[in-house]
């Protein structure tokens, strides 16, 4: 009994010490638990804090995306402005060097041809703008190409008397207007004048001032100009960008195709004596789209184009005008570009660049910058099959 009492007894405080051990693991466990919650409080409370900031960093995205747009203008402001401020002291010093040839009696008579198709709304600023021209030899020639608005733009037109020469067509589109004008003109120099678009007053003074310092019967010269919307407001992105990568007096002294492949000549900013049509040929009146490069591809085969580095013209943009209008503006200008390049001899590549791959890549490089990827690609394409 002794010894059942001695064993029950150990066997007591041997539990005692398990449950003591038992409890300091549990306590122990207990500890290492909290100090877990703890841990994960405080990884929350980061969380949080990393969340907030997040949020915050993302609140102010738009902010550092306007401070960094601001930041691009102004340096797009300043690039275009060096750039025009260069080529002008350029194109001026051009003229100190030909000062002894200058000729102050030239005064040739200037066709303004305005074709004009149900263009009531715009066509009278238009005019306008031909009538106030500070050179006074001119004649403005308005072709009326078939209009169908009720006899609205015959009114305007007519309402001008004698100012103007007037002049009705069945429709035929742009190009066959200006054929009309050109075969009825009598100046010795033609420009173009859309209807929807304006002179500066001193445009056809400019071109006239670079002819009278340069007695040059192989050249057209060819002016910057701006976009305006609708109301006649300067567009200012479109206009800059515009300067920067369609005008350059020294690359079109340096160039010869650069003027219609890496920038360009508009309708409107042109200057073309009368007899380049005699020898090249008038618009060609199956075209409606890209008349004017096709144009320009024939009289660069015999005359040399100049850009004057000065603002003459301004280009509206408005929802009725030909490349809102027509889906197939794009494709059929890349057409045009691709047929015009393929129509260039390796000689005047290596002439234009120094080598034909070089003239490929040169070009490659202008459309992939300006974001016309389907002519970049295939202009990269023949790139790789010049090397």
């Known amino acids: 009994m002794i010894r059942k009492i001695c064993n029950f007894k150990n066997n007591y405080h041997a539990m005692i010490e398990n449950i003591k051990a038992q409890e300091d693991a549990i306590s122990l466990m207990k500890n290492k638990i909290e ?3 703890n841990e994960i409080q405080s990884l929350i409370q980061k969380n949080i804090e990393i969340e907030n900031n997040y949020k915050q960093c993302v609140a102010q995205i738009p902010n550092i995306e306007n401070g960094f747009l601001k930041l ?3 340096m797009q402001h300043k690039f275009c402005e060096n750039k025009m401020q260069t080529n002008l002291v350029l194109y001026n010093n051009s ?3 030909n000062k002894s040839k200058y000729d102050e009696k030239f005064e040739p008579l200037v066709s303004i041809i305005i074709p004009v198709y149900n263009g009531a709304k715009y066509m009278k600023k238009a005019i306008d703008s031909a009538l106030a021209q500070t050179y006074k030899n001119i004649e403005i020639i308005v072709v009326n190409d078939g209009s169908t608005d009720d006899g609205e733009t015959d009114k305007i037109a007519k309402s001008y008397g004698e100012k103007i020469r007037y002049i009705y067509k069945e429709n035929g589109g742009v190009s066959s207007a200006l054929n009309v004008g050109i075969k009825n003109m009598k100046g010795d120099y033609f420009t173009w004048l859309s209807h929807d ?3 500066n007053c001193n445009h056809i003074e400019t ?4 002819f009278r310092h340069f007695n040059d019967n192989e050249t057209i010269t060819y002016s910057c100009f701006n976009f305006i919307d609708s109301n006649g407001r300067i567009k200012d992105e479109e206009s800059i960008d515009a300067l920067i990568h369609m005008s350059d007096y020294k690359l079109s002294q340096n160039t010869h195709y650069a003027c219609i492949l890496r920038g360009e000549v508009n309708g409107g900013n042109v200057f073309i004596p009368r007899k380049a049509f005699d020898e090249c040929g008038l618009f060609q009146e199956g075209n409606r789209i890209t008349q004017e490069k096709e144009m320009w591809s024939r009289l660069l085969k015999k005359y040399r184009f100049v850009n004057i580095p000065i603002v ?3 280009i509206r943009c408005h929802d009725e005008q030909v490349s809102n209008t027509s889906n197939n503006v794009a494709e059929e200008t890349r057409k045009k570009i691709i047929e015009i ?6 000689e005047e590549m290596i002439a234009e660049s120094g080598s034909v ?5 040169e070009l490659y490089n202008h459309y992939k910058d300006n974001n016309i990827i389907d002519t970049a690609n295939e202009i990269y394409r023949m790139y790789e099959e010049s090397i």
């Open 341 to 346: 390049i393929k129509g260039i001899t390796e």
């Open 312 to 314: 003459t013209y301004s």
């Open 35 to 37: 100090e877990q919650e």
């Open 95 to 97: 003229f100190i060097l």
């Open 207 to 210: 071109h006239i001032e670079y």
């Open 357 to 361: 791959s070089m003239f490929y890549l």
């Open 72 to 74: 691009y203008k102004i």
């Open 197 to 199: 678009d304006v002179f």
